[in-house]
C-alpha cells in the first residue's frame, strides 16, 4: 500500500514561487503513476500534472498549467515534486498528490492512494 504525505504549503504571496512535496512511504512499485490534483472551495478536484514512477520520460500535464507548473521526481528518496512559478490568487486550494496502478490518468476517481493535502493560499 502506498502511501503518500504532502508538503511545502502555506500562505504566499503573488507572484513568488513556491515547490510542493509528495512523499511516499516505502519504494513506489513499479507500475505506478503519480500525480498532483488540487480542490478549491465549492470546485471539483483538478489534475495538474502526473507522472509514471519508473520508466517515465514526459510528464503528463493539464492545459491550464503547463508552462508554469512543472513535476519531477526523486527516485533515492520516494518523493515527487511540484513547482510552481508565478503563484496567482486563482491557485489558491489545497493541493494533492495521488497513486494508481497503471498509466497517468486525468480524473480523479482513477487513483486509489491519496494523501492529505497541504494548502496553499496566495493573497497580498
Known amino acids: 500500500q502506498v502511501q503518500l504525505v504532502e508538503s511545502g504549503g502555506g500562505l504566499v504571496q503573488p507572484g513568488i514561487s513556491l515547490r510542493l512535496s509528495c512523499a511516499a512511504s516505502g519504494r513506489i512499485p513499479s507500475g505506478y503513476a503519480l500525480a498532483w490534483f488540487r480542490q478549491a472551495p465549492g470546485k471539483a478536484r483538478e489534475f495538474l500534472a502526473g507522472?509514471?514512477?519508473?520508466?517515465?520520460?514526459?510528464?503528463a500535464y493539464s492545459d491550464s498549467v503547463k508552462g508554469r507548473f512543472t513535476t519531477s521526481r526523486d527516485s533515492a528518496k520516494n518523493t515527487l515534486y511540484l513547482q510552481i512559478n508565478s503563484l496567482k490568487p486563482d491557485d489558491t486550494a489545497v493541493y494533492y498528490c495521488?497513486?494508481?496502478?497503471?498509466?497517468?490518468?486525468?480524473?480523479?476517481?482513477?487513483?486509489?492512494?491519496w494523501g492529505q493535502g497541504t494548502q496553499v493560499t496566495v493573497s497580498s
Open positions: 495521488a497513486a494508481r496502478r497503471g498509466v497517468v490518468a486525468r480524473r480523479a476517481p482513477d487513483y486509489t492512494n
Open positions: 507522472v509514471i514512477w519508473v520508466g517515465g520520460t514526459t510528464p
